[in-house]
């Protein structure tokens, strides 16, 4: 009896690493997750010790194939999805230099701002795709580790991302996928290469010190059998280099045309769509990568997205702390819905602004942060979550009221990500937005569409625009008239408040 095949799709994100265990039509057969810490050593600083972020990753690829079992068996190839904007150093041998600097990572704001004074910034974005003068980029923390770390920056032989140093320690090769290496505001959107005007004009770096790019279908084996066999793996078992998280999500939800937007909102939250050539935005407010050789994803993000919930979840009164720990993770979050079904749309007055780690579309607004308004005794915590799922969600409407006009006819917007486990927040979201919000059948969707580039390395899934059954809509969540209107006047407050704090 053949045994059937399966593909194992690996996210790497911002606080958390999962792995998911996919059939030939893309629906789940096993699953493990693990939680690490977002380091912050100094002010600014937002970073993941590399070595926490690849032990977790043997960690969870090891529990899913253990507890899939059988299921496992036919395993046929493998994809990464991960963070975007990621960076670290390491030397001549290997060794890393730095911890991983997230998109989060604000540190390097001086040396954007200056970048901007210094460069046309509006070149580079048509060059590049990306608002090249904010801190987030690695270009940016390239232009900061030169100038506050000189001798970090002289020993560094490679700068690359955190997948691509997964994939050095898996199989000892420095390589990176179009849509991470399109990420770092390094790389041409035309040429599907290095740009050499950023390398050489702006960096003073040679293209030696960076990986090599190859598409994200492309596959790696020969894995180093001690950490295959620690994995449970096959060390000839072909591994796609694969996409960004953002990109694999689109891909995951089924979003291969303008006609659809994919939404996502996990730690940090955004808005794409896929494009038959590079779509940009005069006011720069948006951003485009690479993806395949005919195909580029445009959307815009936010920083701060259940990031904020994570922050409520952690940091507020030690009493919520406590409540919400004791149900674990996923029950913290249903605990945060049911405080969120008990407060009226609007949450009676209250106005979070959610910019904990400053903001990027549509403002790109770095030293941003977030705001509390309208606060009196009526309001409790209840209030206060219901507010930041609110606020974020203001956020997120900001970034689809520029997309969408240069989108053109975007019928549906499809949801994914932790987000898309919860009722409440889809239904907010088709509110504030005033339109449908169909969700994907798949809800971790970076990981399938990781799963869907191993398929197609593998030649078992060769045309990457041809819908898998998984990937067919599972709800949707129309806009409630009452509620709707009252978030037309919450975003409309919501954008004065911002406009007076940060003009």
Not at 49 to 75: H, Q, W
Not at 313 to 320: A, D, K
Not at 325 to 341: K, P, V
């Amino acid at each position: 009896m053949t045994t059937p095949a399966r593909y194992l799709g690996v996210d790497i994100g911002t606080t958390g690493v999962r792995a998911a265990l996919y059939d030939a039509d893309g629906f789940p057969r096993g699953y493990a997750y693990q939680e690490y810490p977002l380091l912050s050593p100094e002010p600014g600083a937002a970073e993941l010790d590399p070595e926490t972020v690849f032990s977790s990753l043997v960690a969870v690829v090891a529990r899913c194939m253990a507890e899939a079992e059988d299921e496992a068996k036919g395993l046929r190839g493998i994809g990464l999805s991960t963070q975007m904007f990621s960076f670290l150093a390491l030397d001549a041998d290997g060794a890393r230099l730095t911890n991983v600097v997230t998109w989060a990572d604000t540190r390097p704001l001086p040396q954007a701002q200056a970048y901007e004074r210094a460069f046309d910034v509006a070149a580079l974005y048509a060059r590049t795709g990306c608002r090249t003068q904010h801190p987030m980029y690695p270009l940016a923390k390239i232009l900061w580790l030169k100038e506050t770390r000189p001798a970090v920056f002289a020993r560094a032989a490679k700068f690359l991302s955190i997948k691509s140093y997964v994939l050095f320690r898996l199989f000892g090769r420095y390589v990176v996928d179009y849509t991470d290496a399109s990420a770092s505001s390094l790389f041409n959107l035309a040429s599907f290469d290095w740009d050499p005007v950023v390398l050489g004009e702006v960096l003073g770096i040679g293209r030696e010190r960076l990986c090599e790019p190859m598409p994200g279908t492309g596959t790696l084996s020969g894995m180093h059998p001690e950490l295959a066999a620690a994995m449970g793996l096959r060390a000839d078992v072909p591994v796609a280099v694969g996409a960004g998280d953002g990109i694999a999500a689109n891909l995951g939800c089924g979003v291969f045309d303008a006609s659809a937007m994919s939404c996502t909102i996990g730690t940090s939250g955004a808005l794409r769509v896929a494009v038959g050539k590079p779509l940009l935005d005069p006011g720069m407010r948006t951003w485009c990568h690479c993806f395949t050789k005919d195909t580029w994803v445009a959307g815009g993000a936010i920083n701060n997205g259940g990031l904020v919930l994570k922050w409520l979840r952690e940091s507020f009164p030690e009493q919520f702390k406590g409540e919400a720990a004791a149900r674990g993770l996923r029950g913290a979050y249903a605990l945060f819905d049911e405080f969120a079904r008990e407060i009226p749309a609007g949450s009676e007055g209250l106005l979070f602004l959610p910019l904990l780690t400053g903001e990027r579309s549509p403002n790109w607004n770095a030293a941003a942060r977030g705001v509390i308004a309208g606060l009196d005794l009526r309001h409790d915590r209840r209030h206060l979550v219901k507010a930041a799922m609110e606020g974020v969600m203001y956020r997120m409407r900001s970034v689809y009221e520029v997309l969408a006009p240069l989108a053109g006819d975007v019928r549906q917007i499809r949801a994914n990500g932790g987000y898309a486990g919860s009722d409440v927040w889809l239904q907010m979201q088709a509110d504030v937005f005033g339109t449908e919000i169909a969700v994907a059948g798949v809800e971790e969707a970076a990981s399938f569409g990781a799963a869907v580039l191993a398929m197609h390395g593998t030649g078992d899934h060769t045309d990457l625009k041809m819908p898998l059954p998984a990937m067919a809509v599972g709800r949707t969540f129309e806009p409630d008239p009452a509620n709707a209107a009252v978030y037309e006047a919450g975003f409309k407050e919501f954008l004065a408040l911002y406009g007076r704090l940060y003009g």
